[in-house]
């Protein structure tokens, strides 16, 4: 048989961080690479009860089609949860879908034409890059520094423009995240220029030091477009997210929905519904937080430690990763192959990046590592490194 494939097929590429974990999977191998929540956070007694409790109760309505734009309760739960300061969410801008990366896609099938300009931060969250890239759009990477998006840059290369992407808090890969001067800036400049802002949020809860920042959402709900999703504050094997749209732009992401998938499976909204409806995240949250803002403490400790004076890396308060850079003779795709060799991984930095790679970046993650194997796993990164500065 003589396949012939689309051109969007041909171009499809495997994740490259879904290529490491296949590696990492060994049980000897210390690994720092994959973005996956503790498996110690995950509320499996709740999950089972709320399980048996929504079969028991509602079965035939859990096991049935639901509407495509999701559980009317869940997206009333999220709307109220994000209606803040004076600003209301109403349920019919929040659509269900199967985590973040099928908002992403749908995202993508909506506002973008081969071609179109999509502006990006540097580097950027390496799933939206890919989720994108099917849709064949020309990236543009946007201006970023040690406090992340700088919005000063977006002005000189939104002309044309479909949207801009931004992770504003503890960022994926970086960890940094945008300050409360930043997001008002950003938000009247993309208001200014008619440019959609997309506010992805998985890592906002996650919080080590206080309260989260202010949404974006709040600032313009009629020109930002939030996403969120239950992975990183439940578990992500229910695979549960959901996009936060004005009504024309929503309407049209839940056309694009339909035809995807009909609906997000009704069985999980109604279970997470069941478990977050009386306030289980409210004690929930802190103990991830908590867990993981003590393992990254662990992780500075070591490099600040092990790591040579001529590497720097960001010092996140909250989420999920640290960003190393490292000195520009040094390639981290080289180095990974040497780090594997002492059984410990990283992600290089370069595929994160739409344009212009910097090969002399890594991305660590600590969240999944018991604290006296992040001792261990650095060590030996700073060894390695030590026989190259």
């Known amino acids: 048989m003589q396949w012939h494939f689309a051109q969007r097929a041909e171009q499809l590429q ?4 879904r290529e490491i974990l296949k590696i990492t999977q060994r049980p000897e191998v210390i690994s720092f690479a994959g973005g996956l929540p ?5 509320p499996v007694e709740q999950m089972k009860a709320a399980f048996d409790q929504v ?11 639901g509407p495509t734009d999701g559980y009317g309760p869940l997206r009333e739960w999220i709307a109220n949860s994000l209606s803040t300061g004076g600003v209301k969410i109403m349920p019919e801008q929040v659509l269900m879908t199967s985590g ?12 973008i034409d081969e071609g179109s300009r999509v502006l990006v931060e540097t580097p950027s969250y390496l799933g939206a890059l890919q989720a994108f890239s099917v849709y064949r759009p020309e990236f543009v990477s946007v201006d970023t520094d040690d406090d992340g998006l700088v919005p000063q840059s977006v002005a000189t290369v939104a002309e044309g423009a479909r949207m801009l992407y931004a992770l504003p808090n503890f960022q994926n890969p970086t960890g940094r995240s945008l300050s409360i001067a930043r997001r008002v800036e950003l938000v009247e400049t993309c208001a200014r220029l008619g440019l959609p802002l997309i506010e992805d949020d998985p890592y906002g ?12 959402l709040a600032m313009n709900p009629a020109g930002v477009i939030y996403m969120g999703s239950f992975s990183k504050v439940l578990t992500p094997g229910i695979r549960l997210g959901y996009v936060v749209a004005p009504l024309p732009l929503l309407r049209r992401l839940e056309l694009a929905k339909q035809a995807a998938d009909l609906h997000t499976a009704q069985l999980t909204q109604m279970v997470v519904y069941q478990v977050i409806k009386d306030g289980f995240l409210d004690t929930h949250i802190p103990t991830i937080s908590a867990l993981y803002g003590n393992q990254c403490q662990v992780m500075l400790d070591a490099m600040a430690e092990h790591f040579p004076a001529s590497v720097s890396w960001t010092k996140p308060e909250g989420g999920m990763f640290i960003w190393v850079t490292l000195p520009k003779h040094i390639d981290s795709m080289k180095l990974l192959d040497e780090a594997l060799a002492q059984h410990v991984a990283f992600v290089p930095g370069a595929p994160f990046y739409a344009n212009a790679p910097e090969s002399n970046t890594l991305r660590l993650s600590f969240v999944t590592v018991p604290p006296e194997k992040i001792r261990e796993g650095i060590a030996k990164l700073g060894k390695l490194l030590a026989t190259k500065v």
């Open 14 to 17: 495997s994740s490259f961080i």
């Open 38 to 42: 503790s498996p110690a956070t995950f």
């Open 55 to 65: 079969l028991t109760l509602q079965g035939k309505v859990a096991l049935q089609y």
């Open 100 to 111: 973040s990366q099928q908002a992403l896609d749908l995202l993508g099938k909506v506002l």
């Open 205 to 216: 809860a996650l919080s080590y030091r206080g309260a989260p920042a202010p949404k974006m």
